[in-house]
Antibody
Framework: QVQLQESGPGLVKPSQTLSLNCTVS??????????WTWIRQHPGKGLEWIGF???????YYNPSLKSRVSISVDTSENQFSLKLSSVTAADTAVYYC????????????WGQGTLVTVSS | QSALTQPPSVSGSPGQSVTISCTGT?????????VSWYQQSPGTAPKVMIY???NRPSGVPDRFSGSKSGNTASLTISGLQAEDEADYYC??????????FGGGTKLTVL
């Protein structure tokens, strides 16, 4: 059973970079056919796909966030990470890391989510 | 990319059937069968209920079914139970190789 766990600061100051890590257990981030993804949910709102990355280095991002976001996979640590630059209060949300089964583009496994608040 | 369109809310009585629609475009739902549905209860991470339009993962009751016609996908829950009350989201692969979610639908079991 694949498990994912987000980690990182729960509070980030405006204009700074939000950085989160996701530790994967029960499976390898190097396994072919799976994308490692970040999804966020603003308080009381719906899900927003941020982007996903493959272990080979390729990545795809939500066009609305593309200029500020970077997702990378660390095969040595079996982790992947999210960096979102120039954050504002509008980036306050619960951030989920998850695994996408590439063939069907389905989000199979989710982390529990971590709340990140942007505030001075 | 624009979010897929879902009704904000639907409701039904126990034992009844409800259908939630998810409308996209020819760049996502209309061109690919890579449509999934997720159930989210308060304070928890979403759980996949349907993938590839109509496939159920192991453990999901067969009361949940999915279909698609043109640019609109649908999730039908038959034999509604109190435990089905939750938020439901659809998602689709897009022609840009991205993923897009619907705005979500709150299901109330009366």
């Amino acid at each position: 059973q694949v498990q994912l766990q987000e980690s990182g600061p729960g509070l980030v100051k405006p204009s700074q970079t939000l950085s989160l890590n996701c530790t994967v257990s029960g499976g390898s981030v190097s396994r072919s056919g799976y994308y490692w993804t970040w999804i966020r949910q603003h308080p009381g709102k719906g899900l927003e796909w941020i982007g996903f990355a493959y272990f080979s280095g390729s990545a795809y991002y939500n066009p609305s966030l593309k200029s500020r976001v970077s997702i990378s996979v660390d095969t040595s640590e079996n982790q992947f990470s999210l960096k979102l630059s120039s954050v504002t209060a509008a980036d306050t949300a619960v951030y989920y890391c998850a695994r996408v089964w590439g063939t069907y583009r389905v989000v199979e496994y989710w982390g529990q989510g971590t709340l990140v608040t942007v505030s001075s | 990319q624009s979010a897929l369109t879902q009704p904000p809310s639907v409701s039904g009585s126990p034992g009844q059937s409800v259908t939630i629609s998810c409308t996209g475009t020819s760049s996502d739902v209309g061109s690919y069968d890579r449509v999934s549905w997720y159930q989210q209860s308060p304070g928890t991470a979403p759980k996949v209920m349907i993938y590839d339009v109509s496939n159920r993962p192991s453990g999901v009751p067969d009361r949940f079914s999915g279909s698609k016609s043109g640019n609109t996908a649908s999730l039908t829950i038959s034999g509604l139970q109190a435990e089905d009350e939750a938020d439901y989201y659809c998602s689709s692969h897009t022609s840009s190789s991205t993923l897009v979610f619907g705005g979500g639908t709150k299901l109330t079991v009366l």
